[in-house]
């Protein structure tokens, strides 16, 4: 299992790829991929903060619970933090199994938990000015399947 949260841009082509050649033993790979939504043209940018440290144990934990969960050979969370403008990819998340079902489950899984309890700060800048994005009823709504 492999988990980054970084400044930086990703290449996401090249990170499936060598996702998917290490997962000896899987039959099926998942992927997602977040990316900063512009809300009509409206968002210049997101700036996302964190606590390093804290933020990386938060979802190593969330890693683990999908693990033992679900029968995953392994999976794989990258997040960007810092100033993204609309459209740039903000995340990934990864996730192989021997059989389709836990690696889509396990990926919806770690999906929920991430956007509800990653402990990410999310700001988005428009011409209007900034403000912090609030958690939504649904994202709470989503963990009740889990």
Do not use: C
Request: proline share 2%; aromatic share 8%.
């Amino acid at each position: 299992m492999r988990l980054s949260v970084q400044e930086t841009a990703f290449d996401l082509g090249a990170e499936s790829n060598t996702f998917a050649a290490g997962a000896a033993g899987a039959g099926a790979v998942v992927t997602f991929t977040g990316l900063v939504r512009d809300n009509g043209g409206a968002l210049a940018a997101m700036e996302i903060e964190h606590y390093p440290g804290m933020t990386e144990k938060a979802i190593a934990a969330m890693m683990d619970q999908a693990k033992a969960r679900f029968a995953l050979a392994d999976a794989l969370v990258i997040h960007r933090f810092g100033r993204l403008a609309a459209g740039e990819t903000i995340m990934m998340v990864a996730t192989a199994a021997p059989h389709r079902a836990d690696a889509f489950a396990a990926a919806e899984f770690l999906m929920d938990w991430l956007k509800s309890r990653a402990p990410f700060w999310k700001k988005e800048i428009g011409a209007d000015g900034a403000a912090w994005v609030a958690a939504k009823d649904e994202d709470e709504a989503a963990l009740t399947r889990w």
